[in-house]
């Protein structure tokens, strides 16, 4: 099986701009997770879709949105970018939500906004 | 913020030597997952453990379970250079899995 897959792999923005991540999970699964990941705040979690529904949301502002499509791929989009918003954004899939099976990341979105 | 914290925050030993990783959490937790990270990629699974375990093995990986000291612990065993990366530890909590700071083990040859 494909493992999970992140497009693009780097990204340079603009203060202000906006820009769309993309994620294909691993076939079969329908729950998919996004995390941003900084060395000040280490992993914080974004938030996670099921079956196109969103499920849970981390601590983050509203310029921080996704989507799931019907074929599970999911989309997080940052709106205003903002000089912190630098960061690897990894996204997760499993098999079922809820926490009693194991995530599979992709490697990452690397964001850089200057 | 973060749930939990790891324990130490880095780590350097050599080639064979065994390597022990802590974690606490703070939360009530359905299960405690443990996984690694190599520079610049994504996590990558090691050991799901659920709360009314006590210990799990996994090739040269164990990982215990306190619950009522709300702490785990992660040892590798005659470790190579290889296991040089980032071990996070996430706790489940309801649905969502949080993760600690992370202990970066360094294994020299």
């Known amino acids: 099986k494909a493992g999970v897959t992140q497009t693009p792999r780097y990204l340079i923005k603009t203060r202000g701009q906006q820009v769309t991540l993309s994620c294909s999970p691993i076939?079969?699964?329908?729950?998919v997770s996004w995390y941003q990941q900084t060395p000040g705040q280490g992993l914080q979690f974004l938030f996670e879709y099921f079956s196109e529904t969103q499920r849970n949301k981390g601590n983050f502002p509203g310029r921080f949105s996704g989507r799931q499509f019907s074929n599970s791929r999911s989309e997080m989009n940052v709106s205003t970018l903002e000089l912190g918003d630098s960061a690897l954004y990894l996204c997760?899939?499993?098999?079922?939500?809820?926490?009693?099976?194991?995530?599979?990341f992709g490697n990452g979105t690397r964001l850089t906004v200057t | 913020s973060q749930q939990g914290e790891e324990d130490p925050q880095a780590l350097s030993i050599q080639e064979g030597e065994n390597a022990t990783m802590n974690c606490s959490y703070k939360t009530s937790i359905n299960n405690l997952q443990w996984y690694r990270q190599n520079s610049g990629r994504g996590l990558v699974h090691l050991i799901l453990?659920?709360?009314?375990?006590r210990e799990k093995h996994s090739g040269r990986l164990r990982v215990t379970l306190d619950t009522s000291k709300k702490s785990s612990s992660l040892l590798i065993t005659a470790s190579r250079a290889a296991d040089t990366a980032s071990y996070f530890c996430g706790e489940t909590s309801g649905s969502r899995l949080t993760f600690g700071e992370g202990t970066q083990l360094t294994v020299n040859p």
């Open positions: 076939s079969g699964h329908r729950s």
């Open positions: 453990i659920r709360s009314n375990e």
């Open positions: 997760a899939s499993s098999s079922r939500t809820g926490r009693d099976s194991p995530l599979h």
